[in-house]
């Protein structure tokens, strides 16, 4: 699953301590985008019966729905008629399913749209998707375009939770999750909103417990409950920090945290060994990861050191006539800061110039890499 926290972070910034309760979510056929990739060079599928092929390059595969081999759904692949062998009763015969064809516009691959997918469970599942076909390629990609949704009150906030699965039926790594206040922005593209499976999460001064598990009537049950941790306090010693986002403290928990100057903030006892750090700039929001362990101890304050002043610095090699720069931007901890993707336009690149004497002999800007 996509791992941005950026975007939450700012629709988190306005919402109150109001905890949710439970969440039915419900399927939705459209309006999701989520890739899978199923890898191919390992399946071996017999069929018992087959149709007559247009040409003799037969792709045999199969879709898993599940964990068990009888949650798969066999196909087989014909490139030269362009049609899809799909076996939707499971029982190894491609005569008596339906074939599709593929999508006429694509010609670098071969694509199905809006395929119907059931899984029987327990509990019963239902996905609609689009099935691609790289040429030569040892593995298909599985388009998913339904998921499901569901709204709840917060605070002054109507709030929105999304969640695309994988086709597995599990909360995992490999699915899409995201919650925000509800925006159009947010039903159009919830991808900068994803966070990876969470048992628990701080943010807004609030520790919640979080699970995410299948109903028995095609649902998915959202719980997101207030629950008291202990706490301890954490002070940043650079300045130009806006936000923390602590992973860590025990497994499948993250803390985000915003900063307002030199006060110490909140945060849950615990060990955190990843901290997302953003910077609030003139040119726009840096961001740095550090991986050295944060210990909060419960009761105590602790001092992160971090953000501003900045240095600017860089390593030069040469590379036969040429000399390769290396611009880092560094914080007082010894964090290195970067533009995020959208904002590294050509005006944000840094640049730089070589003097020999007061003479510049030299110029230029960083491509970002």
């Known amino acids: 699953m996509r791992k941005s926290w950026m975007l939450l972070g700012f629709a988190l910034m306005s919402v109150c301590r109001t905890p949710a309760a439970e969440v039915v979510m419900s399927w939705q056929e459209s309006g ?44 087989a692949l014909d490139w030269t008629g362009k049609k899809l062998h799909l076996d939707l009763n499971c029982n190894l015969d491609l005569t008596d399913d339906p074939v599709l064809d593929a999508d006429a516009s694509s010609s670098a691959r071969l694509v199905f749209k809006d395929v119907a997918l059931e899984a029987a469970g327990p509990p019963s599942r239902s996905y609609r998707v689009n099935l691609e076909f790289p040429p030569h390629a040892s593995y298909m990609e599985i388009r998913v375009l339904s998921g499901w949704a569901g709204t709840w009150p917060r605070g002054t906030s109507t709030w929105r939770a999304v969640f695309a699965d994988d086709l597995d039926g599990e909360w995992d790594d490999d699915d899409l999750f995201a919650m925000a206040a509800d925006s159009p922005e947010f039903r159009e593209n919830p991808h900068p909103y994803a966070i990876e499976p969470l048992k628990g999460l701080f943010m807004d001064g609030v520790a919640s417990e979080m699970a995410l598990a299948p109903g028995t009537d095609g649902t998915w049950l959202f719980t997101m409950r207030e629950t008291p941790v202990p ?17 860590g403290g025990a497994k499948g928990r993250k803390a985000i945290l915003h900063v307002a100057g030199a006060e110490p903030v909140a945060v849950p006892a615990g060990t955190y060994p990843i901290q997302e750090i953003t910077l609030a700039t003139r040119i726009g929001r840096l961001t740095a990861s550090r991986r050295e362990p944060l210990v909060v101890r419960e009761g105590e304050e602790t001092e992160l050191k971090a953000g501003s002043p900045l240095q600017h610095g860089g390593a030069v090699e040469r590379d036969g006539g040429e000399l390769r720069v290396q611009y880092r931007l560094t914080g007082v901890g010894g964090e290195s800061y970067s533009l995020p993707a959208y904002q590294r336009t050509d005006a944000n690149r840094p640049r730089v110039a070589i003097f020999k004497g007061r003479r510049r002999v030299a110029h230029g800007s960083f491509e970002y890499g």
């Open 231 to 247: 706490m301890g306090r954490l002070r940043m010693s650079g300045g130009l920090v806006e936000r923390l986002v602590l992973q």
């Open 32 to 75: 999701f985008q989520h890739g899978v990739y199923i890898g191919l060079d390992q399946q071996d599928v017999a069929f018992k019966k087959e149709p007559a092929y247009a040409g003799e390059r037969i792709l045999r595969g199969a879709i898993p729905l599940g964990a068990t081999r009888a949650a798969q759904r066999p196909f």
